[in-house]
Every structure is written in C-alpha cells, then in structure tokens.
C-alpha cells in the first residue's frame, strides 16, 4: 500500500513541475475501498477468502494563467 501511495506521489509531482503543459492540476483525489468475500466450498477444506482493493484517482486541472 505504501509503494501505491508513493508511486502517486511522485506521479503528481512529476505533472505540477512540467511547465509546457498549457494546464495545471488543481486537485487530486485518490480513494481506495478494501473487500474480502469467503467463497463457501462443499468441502470445508477447500472454503477460500479473496480480499481485493479498488484504487480510483481522478485530478482536475485549470487552465494556466
């Protein structure tokens, strides 16, 4: 999860320090939802539990001024 927030960090900062771009960002929202579904065998020993993560980032830019 660390590495993720990193990566975006950096992803972030890479667009505001580029100065060709005819836009900016102005607001970046990242939000992640965690899951976990038990998915029930016939056989008690083969029950299984599958965790997943949905990561969604949206940034808006403006126009430069």
Not at 1 to 30: D, N, Q, W
Not at 34 to 46: I, L
Request: include cysteine; proline fraction near 2%; charged fraction near 25%.
């Amino acid at each position: 999860m660390r590495i993720i927030l990193l990566l975006i960090t950096l992803f972030v900062v890479s667009c505001t320090m580029y100065e060709g771009l005819a836009m900016k960002p102005h607001k970046t929202t990242v939000t992640t939802v965690y899951g976990q579904d038990e998915v029930d065998k016939a056989n008690d020993n083969k029950d299984q539990t599958k965790d997943s993560m949905q990561l969604t980032i949206k940034q808006e830019f403006i126009w430069k001024e």
